[in-house]
């Protein structure tokens, strides 16, 4: 076999593909549903996002049966704790085997891990935990930015790379993908992607159309995955 | 961990169109680490490159880390490949990566295509940390994730080939971020290719290249 013929035996079909709204995409899956919300406050935003309405947590609040936030910023916790009542907040790392102390005799049907594994030193003590967490047939769900987003190849043919302080690395489709199978967590060969909030009326009008030819190549990705 | 994850990539053949007696010394990643690890003790990690038979390859970089190096070691987590490789002579054990202890320190550290593979930065940082001496260097190399047959083939053939062990993809300042972390920072950051279509093709060095190589340094020395 070949360089050619390996790589070719490497290749990840990126089947059906489509993009969504990543908040309402959340939000369906959590209907109804007992939610384990990672990363829950979007700290250091909690205040600015609660008050302009666009914070995930109370969006997933207002839909789930029963849910639980998880965050390791206690006083981001502390604001979203004073309007999401119904939620029992919890402050602690996710990549800490005590997460497991503190989520002991519940059960969820789906985990929500929006935005926070690019954040993380040990993504696979969070899933280490998350697996001994869910039951057989629980959902977990990820989102992050996409590796292999337009926008970020097109900074880098210009030299320039817009990388939030705290992001220590990237996701694209196959690498979760093989990341979460080595913890018995399956995923789902059908992905969506999703664009981020963008500062130029031009750009923003044109993305729809562009993105709907593109979905592969969209700012951010959205893998829905199973405990077997 | 508990666990010991899956070595898919152990079911990759070698490439026996690489097989030769020479080493490729011009080869951007192996021009690179040999260029840190002449006459200094070094630490080879993940040596085994996924196939034993790979030794037989001229881009095989434990090969080209015996010619330079005054004492070299090398670990591998693949049980199988490390003891055939001691079969032939080459100084390698059976380790972790990402939790491993070997009692002593070195110069240098090679961790090449290696860091895409983890599922805990953490512990490879402090493993090598612990084992890097005083002024020591760590040498990173990992695919560019913005390599334009990787974005081209996402944006119109909806494949895209990657290793399929590989876990994650890093940039410059991702890394530059991760390493941080750790009490350590970035030196100099070299981008390669081994095809001479990418290397001849008129586009920045963020696009053009299939891999970058970093030196990494212990910031407090």
């Known amino acids: 076999m070949n360089e050619n013929e390996i790589v070719t035996k490497w290749n990840n079909r990126l089947r059906g593909t489509r993009i969504v709204v990543r908040d309402d995409q959340l939000i369906r899956e959590c209907v109804g549903k007992k939610v384990l919300h990672l990363g829950c406050t979007d700290s250091p935003f909690t205040q600015e996002k609660l008050d302009n309405g666009t914070a995930l947590h109370p969006k997933l609040e207002s839909v789930a049966s029963q849910i639980v936030g998880v965050d390791i910023d206690s006083s981001a916790l502390a604001t979203l704790g004073s309007l999401c009542k119904k939620t029992d907040l919890i402050c602690c790392d996710i990549e800490s ?31 280490g935990n998350l697996v001994k967490a869910m039951q057989p047939g629980s959902k977990l769900i990820i989102t992050t930015i996409n590796a292999l987003a337009i926008k970020l190849v097109l900074r880098a043919l210009f ?9 220590v690395a990237y996701y694209s489709f196959a690498t979760l993908k ?51 | 961990m508990d666990k010991t994850p899956p070595l898919l990539g152990n079911q990759l053949p070698a490439d026996v169109g690489d097989f030769s007696a020479h080493i490729a010394t011009d080869d951007h990643k192996t021009k690179f680490v040999m260029r840190y690890a002449h006459g200094k003790s070094v630490l080879d990690m993940g040596c085994v490159q996924h196939n034993p038979e790979n030794y037989k390859s001229k881009f095989w ?23 055939y490789l001691r079969t032939l002579g080459y100084n390698i054990q059976v380790a972790d990566v990402q939790n491993f202890d070997l009692g002593r320190t070195f110069e240098v550290i090679v961790a090449c295509d290696l860091i895409e593979h983890l599922e805990n930065f953490d512990g490879f940082l402090e493993c090598c940390k612990r084992h890097l001496a005083p002024g020591g260097r ?8 913005w390599y334009w047959r990787n974005f081209l083939k996402a944006a119109l053939s909806r494949e895209v080939a990657n290793n399929p062990e590989h876990t994650c993809w890093l940039c410059v300042r991702t890394l530059r971020q991760l390493v941080r972390r750790h009490g350590m920072d970035i030196g100099e950051v070299v981008f390669g290719s081994r095809y001479l279509r990418d290397r001849l093709m008129p586009l920045p060095r963020g696009w053009k290249h299939t891999s970058f190589h970093a030196e990494i340094f212990c910031v407090n020395g």
């Open chain 1, 159 to 167: 030299a320039r790379e817009a990388v939030h302080p705290d992001h």
């Open chain 1, 178 to 228: 093989h990341l979460c199978e080595r913890f018995g967590i399956s995923v789902e060969d059908e992905i969506k992607t999703f664009l981020y909030p963008f500062n130029n009326r031009f750009l923003t009008a044109v993305q729809p159309p562009f993105y709907r030819l593109f979905p592969n190549v969209a700012d951010g990705i959205i893998v829905t995955a199973t405990r077997l």
């Open chain 1, 97 to 127: 085997p005590i997460l497991l102390d503190k989520l002991s005799g519940r059960e969820f049907d789906v985990v929500v891990c929006a935005d926070v594994i690019e954040h993380l030193n040990n993504p696979g003590a969070m899933l």
């Open chain 2, 138 to 145: 760590l040498l990173i190399s990992t695919p560019n994730p």
């Open chain 2, 61 to 83: 970089l434990h090969k080209a880390l015996c010619g330079v190096s005054t004492d070299l070691v090398g670990i591998d987590l693949y049980r199988d490949g490390v003891e």
